[in-house]
């Protein structure tokens, strides 16, 4: 175990290689069960994202948008939270819906079309996914602040990646945040390509230096380090919860996969680049570490593998078993009542599908 210098940009506690680091300002100490807890959601989360991918593949999803390499920078995170806390997530957070309890069939409900979410984010603390780029970190600021009104003193983690860093709604609640001390921590998944835009050519400067220019703390850490990422998010969620603002986490990670399925990264993405980030695997990562510190052997990983079979096999049978969505029904709840238009929209396109009916016997 060796000590990190703090004047070190990166907040890392494990190497790639499983070493162990120690941080002057963030570090922890956990028990063997969390140590081996933190593999184990980060292996079942892996799991289920590939489940999905496969089943959107068979036409059973209509999309799918892959965390494939970031489950550290969400399992890390989401671990840190605690039950009051309030998360405002973008569309990629599937960890730090796991962390929260939200079944992963609800999440597959959503991009199946049966559900417009499945989860109460009043009772679970985990808000609806948002498919418009930096928009819920202005959602986050302002229930931060009605929190803060209310005498509440949990805190909420708003996250967004390095693309959305480029919106005007970031910068926006940036400023926001630290005028009015509001108790949001911003998470950036950093995971280097907006779709097929480098992050090199989004920005001049590292995002966590922007927090500066607003007047409040920013860190950045390596997010293929479990360890690194509870660590700082714990330290930021209480500085939050004092009363002492905003707090900005960049955390340094990679998209394995594609930016959804419809997408083809081998178009844009150099396969060197992808060969050097598959070394920097947050899971294998972490099974170094068992390893080395003898906190888990081949019964404890042959468990977790068999734990996500089953998991993978009741998420292929209760998707299949969904219910196909009503053809028509993007057409609903567009406004509060019926719409002359809309309706004429709507016969026309019932209308159409009905010329691919098989004729009746």
């Given amino acids: 175990m060796r000590r990190q210098d703090e004047a070190e940009d990166l907040v890392q506690l494990l190497t790639p290689e499983g070493e162990r ?31 999905a991918f496969a089943l959107q593949r068979l036409g059973e999803l209509g999309m799918w948008i892959p965390c494939l390499g970031q489950e550290a920078a969400q399992i890390g995170s989401g671990r840190a939270l ?31 079309g049966t559900t417009n979410g499945g989860w109460d984010p009043r009772h679970t603390g985990f808000h609806l996914y948002t498919i418009v780029l930096g928009a819920q970190t ?28 480029s919106e005007g709604d970031v910068s926006e609640a940036f400023n926001f945040a630290a005028v009015y001390g509001a108790p949001v921590v911003f998470f950036c998944q950093n995971n280097q390509w907006a779709i097929s835009h480098p992050a090199d050519r989004q920005s ?15 860190v950045r850490v390596d997010g293929n380090d479990v ?28 998209r394995m996969g594609p930016h959804t399925t419809s997408d083809d990264p081998g178009r844009y993405r150099p396969a060197e680049e992808v060969e050097e980030w598959r070394g920097k695997d947050p899971i294998a ?30 998420l292929r049978e209760g998707v299949l078993a ?33 010329r691919f009916e098989e004729p009746r016997a």
């Fill in 21 to 51: 680091v120690v941080h002057p300002r963030y570090d922890l100490d956990l028990s063997k069960s969390q140590y081996r807890g933190l593999y184990r959601d980060m292996t079942l989360v892996r799991r289920l994202d590939r489940e």
């Fill in 82 to 112: 605690e039950p009051d806390d309030h998360v405002f997530p973008s569309y990629r957070e599937h960890g730090v819906a796991w962390c929260r309890g939200i079944p992963p069939l609800a999440l597959m409900g959503m991009l199946r």
């Fill in 138 to 165: 202005l959602h986050a600021v302002g229930y931060a602040m009605g929190m803060r009104r209310d005498g509440d003193a949990s805190a909420v983690v708003a996250y967004f990646g390095d693309g959305a860093a």
């Fill in 204 to 218: 001049r400067a590292p995002i966590h230096h922007r927090a500066r220019g607003y007047g409040f703390p920013g």
């Fill in 227 to 254: 360890l690194a990422c509870l660590a700082v998010t714990r330290a930021a969620l209480e500085h939050a919860r004092r009363g002492d603002g905003p707090f900005l986490i960049e955390a340094h990670t990679y």
């Fill in 285 to 314: 990562r972490m099974r170094a570490f068992l390893l080395r510190e003898e906190l888990a052997d081949d019964a404890f990983f042959r468990e977790v593998d068999e734990e996500g079979d089953r998991l993978a096999l009741e």
């Fill in 322 to 354: 969904m219910p196909d969505p009503p053809v028509d029904a993007m057409f609903d709840h567009v406004y509060t009542g019926r719409h002359s238009l809309l309706e004429e929209e709507r016969a026309w396109y019932t209308a159409y599908l009905d």
